[in-house]
Nanobody, 128 residues
Framework: QVQLEESGGRLVQAGGSLRLSCTASGFTWDLYTIGWFRQAPGKAREGVSC????????YTADSVKGRFTISRDNAKNTVYLQMNSLQPEDTAVYYC?????????????????????WGQGAQVTVSS
């Protein structure tokens, strides 16, 4: 059974940092691309960052570029999203998802429709 589980979300003050983790099971880890998405109340889902196999290609949305960094540890079946200089507008539920290798994560965008399994989400709340 394919499972993706996010962890690390919590309440943090503006300017602070968090590291989200996405741990996967039930599939061959190194055959898939992993992406992070977020959805704030009343807003559309937004692609935040993604990383392909074996981690040589990454994409990061302009809205978080320079503040968020994605990385993966294949030995631990885990992808991380390091979030620095958090702002209230970063408040959202953050989801990780997987796509087949070669899909979903491109040099200039992240395609949600290519991601076929999603985690339950982790709430990140940034207070001003």
């Amino acid at each position: 059974q394919v499972q993706l589980e996010e962890s690390g979300g919590r309440l943090v003050q503006a300017g602070g940092s968090l590291r989200l983790s996405c741990t996967a099971s039930g599939f061959t880890w190194d055959l898939y691309t992993i992406g992070w998405f977020r959805q704030a109340p009343g807003k559309a889902r937004e692609g935040v960052s993604c990383i392909n196999i074996p981690g040589r290609r990454t994409y990061t949305a302009d809205s978080v570029k320079g503040r968020f960094t994605i990385s993966r540890d294949n030995a631990k079946n885990t992808v991380y999203l390091q979030m620095n200089s958090l702002q209230p507008e970063d408040t959202a539920v953050y989801y990780c998802a997987r796509a087949d290798a070669g899909y979903g994560c491109y040099h200039d965008h992240q395609s949600a429709r290519d991601f076929d399994h999603w985690g339950q989400g982790a709430q990140v709340t940034v207070s001003s």
